[in-house]
Protein backbone atom coordinates (compact mmCIF):
# COMPACT_ATOMS: atom_id res chain seq x y z
CA UNK A 1 0.00 0.00 0.00
CA UNK A 2 1.40 3.67 -0.55
CA UNK A 3 1.27 5.81 1.51
CA UNK A 4 1.22 6.24 5.40
CA UNK A 5 0.08 3.33 7.79
CA UNK A 6 0.63 1.13 10.52
CA UNK A 7 3.43 -1.05 10.66
CA UNK A 8 2.84 -3.98 13.66
CA UNK A 9 0.65 -6.62 13.22
CA UNK A 10 -2.85 -6.57 14.94
CA UNK A 11 -2.52 -9.02 17.78
CA UNK A 12 -6.41 -10.61 17.33
CA UNK A 13 -8.12 -10.89 20.94
CA UNK A 14 -11.23 -11.07 22.13
CA UNK A 15 -12.91 -7.94 23.59
CA UNK A 16 -16.08 -7.50 26.19
CA UNK A 17 -18.89 -7.46 24.25
CA UNK A 18 -19.28 -3.80 25.49
CA UNK A 19 -17.98 -0.21 26.76
CA UNK A 20 -19.36 1.67 29.50
CA UNK A 21 -18.16 5.18 29.90
CA UNK A 22 -19.84 8.59 29.97
CA UNK A 23 -21.03 10.85 27.27
CA UNK A 24 -19.93 15.05 27.15
CA UNK A 25 -22.54 16.05 29.31
CA UNK A 26 -20.98 12.99 32.10
CA UNK A 27 -23.94 10.33 31.52
CA UNK A 28 -23.18 7.26 32.12
CA UNK A 29 -23.15 5.54 28.52
CA UNK A 30 -22.89 1.70 27.08
CA UNK A 31 -22.37 0.71 23.80
CA UNK A 32 -23.03 -2.67 23.13
CA UNK A 33 -21.10 -4.51 19.87
CA UNK A 34 -23.86 -5.61 17.87
CA UNK A 35 -22.12 -5.80 14.35
CA UNK A 36 -18.26 -5.21 13.47
CA UNK A 37 -17.59 -1.60 14.60
CA UNK A 38 -14.60 0.80 13.98
CA UNK A 39 -13.46 2.38 17.24
CA UNK A 40 -11.38 5.80 16.73
CA UNK A 41 -9.53 7.21 19.65
CA UNK A 42 -9.59 10.30 19.79
CA UNK A 43 -8.15 12.58 22.07
CA UNK A 44 -8.68 16.76 22.53
CA UNK A 45 -6.26 19.30 20.68
CA UNK A 46 -5.86 16.32 18.03
CA UNK A 47 -5.09 17.35 14.73
CA UNK A 48 -5.10 13.92 13.62
CA UNK A 49 -8.40 13.08 15.05
CA UNK A 50 -10.20 15.92 13.41
CA UNK A 51 -10.98 14.02 10.09
CA UNK A 52 -12.84 11.50 12.75
CA UNK A 53 -14.36 14.24 14.84
CA UNK A 54 -16.16 16.55 12.58
CA UNK A 55 -17.83 13.94 10.28
CA UNK A 56 -19.14 10.78 8.96
CA UNK A 57 -16.21 9.96 6.59
CA UNK A 58 -17.62 8.65 3.79
CA UNK A 59 -15.19 5.86 3.36
CA UNK A 60 -17.02 4.28 5.70
CA UNK A 61 -20.73 4.44 5.01
CA UNK A 62 -22.47 1.51 6.40
CA UNK A 63 -19.91 0.64 8.84
CA UNK A 64 -20.68 1.68 12.68
CA UNK A 65 -17.90 4.52 13.34
CA UNK A 66 -17.42 5.02 17.39
CA UNK A 67 -15.17 7.37 18.96
CA UNK A 68 -13.28 6.69 22.39
CA UNK A 69 -11.17 8.70 24.40
CA UNK A 70 -8.96 8.21 27.43
CA UNK A 71 -9.64 11.16 28.69
CA UNK A 72 -12.36 13.92 28.35
CA UNK A 73 -12.47 17.31 26.93
CA UNK A 74 -12.27 19.92 29.35
CA UNK A 75 -12.28 22.82 26.88
CA UNK A 76 -15.24 22.41 25.12
CA UNK A 77 -14.05 21.51 22.22
CA UNK A 78 -15.99 18.38 21.15
CA UNK A 79 -19.20 20.63 21.87
CA UNK A 80 -20.08 20.77 18.07
CA UNK A 81 -18.35 17.09 17.53
CA UNK A 82 -19.70 13.73 16.41
CA UNK A 83 -20.17 12.23 20.02
CA UNK A 84 -17.05 10.75 21.82
CA UNK A 85 -17.37 8.40 24.41
CA UNK A 86 -14.84 8.47 27.41
CA UNK A 87 -13.73 5.27 28.85
CA UNK A 88 -10.26 5.35 30.02
CA UNK A 89 -10.46 2.05 31.90
CA UNK A 90 -11.63 0.10 29.01
CA UNK A 91 -9.09 1.44 26.50
CA UNK A 92 -6.12 0.55 28.80
CA UNK A 93 -8.17 -2.99 29.72
CA UNK A 94 -8.14 -4.02 25.92
CA UNK A 95 -4.47 -2.14 25.68
CA UNK A 96 -5.37 -0.31 22.51
CA UNK A 97 -2.84 2.21 21.26
CA UNK A 98 -2.81 6.39 22.30
CA UNK A 99 -5.06 8.63 19.89
CA UNK A 100 -5.07 8.74 17.04
CA UNK A 101 -5.61 5.37 16.63
CA UNK A 102 -7.78 2.56 15.39
CA UNK A 103 -9.35 -0.65 16.54
CA UNK A 104 -11.84 -2.98 14.50
CA UNK A 105 -14.04 -5.04 16.54
CA UNK A 106 -16.07 -8.05 15.22
CA UNK A 107 -19.70 -7.21 16.91
CA UNK A 108 -20.46 -10.93 16.17
CA UNK A 109 -17.63 -12.58 17.25
CA UNK A 110 -16.31 -10.50 19.94
CA UNK A 111 -13.17 -10.32 18.96
CA UNK A 112 -10.78 -7.08 18.00
CA UNK A 113 -9.56 -7.99 14.40
CA UNK A 114 -7.09 -4.78 13.40
CA UNK A 115 -5.62 -2.28 14.73
CA UNK A 116 -3.50 1.26 13.90
CA UNK A 117 -2.69 4.37 13.78
CA UNK A 118 -4.82 6.99 12.17
CA UNK A 119 -2.96 9.03 9.65
CA UNK A 120 -6.27 9.82 7.64
CA UNK A 121 -9.69 8.32 6.80
CA UNK A 122 -8.55 7.05 3.68
CA UNK A 123 -5.50 5.07 5.34
CA UNK A 124 -7.90 3.72 8.21
CA UNK A 125 -10.06 2.17 5.01
CA UNK A 126 -7.38 0.57 2.96
CA UNK A 127 -5.69 -0.87 6.13
CA UNK A 128 -9.10 -2.51 7.28
CA UNK A 129 -11.17 -3.23 3.92
CA UNK A 130 -9.39 -7.01 3.99
CA UNK A 131 -10.76 -7.69 7.63
CA UNK A 132 -14.66 -6.11 7.18
CA UNK A 133 -16.70 -9.22 6.77
Known sequence: MAGPH????????TVPTSIVGHGPDGAVVEFQFVRTTLLVVVKPRCDGCREFLYGAPAEFAGLEVV???AVADCDGEWL???PVL?????IESQR???APSYALINGATGRLIAEGVVF???QVRAEIDARLI
Do not use: H, K
Open 96 to 98: LMA
Open 80 to 82: NTR
Open 67 to 69: LIS
Open 86 to 90: VAPAW
Open 6 to 13: SFDETVER
Open 120 to 122: SAS
